[in-house]
């Protein structure tokens, strides 16, 4: 009798272990599957965005309002009054 349980407990242990293998391949295969189609539609949107999205406004540095004389004025007389006010001397 002991030697019967000897017997099914290794065929149980050989037939874990395949089974742990096979489910191994599985998770890998699809993380291996799943890389590639990653990189595929990183590609893919790189080129999109490098070829169709044109409608993309360049950079201004300064608005299309000019800056009148009068608000500049009206800038250094508001940094004096800081100054004078909060700076120590």
Known sequence: ?????????VI???AL???GMWLFGVVAAL?????KIGLIAAIGYG???LFFAK????PRLEE?????????EETDRQLE?????????
């Open 47 to 49: 080129g999109y965005r």
């Open 55 to 58: 409608d993309r406004e360049t």
């Open 64 to 72: 299309k309002t000019p800056v009148a004389i009068a608000d500049l």
């Open 31 to 35: 993380l291996w599957l799943a890389l």
């Open 12 to 14: 149980g242990a050989i």
């Open 81 to 89: 009054e800081y100054k004078r006010k909060y700076l120590p001397k």
């Open 17 to 19: 272990v395949m089974v």
């Open 1 to 9: 009798m002991d030697t019967i349980k000897i017997i099914l407990i």
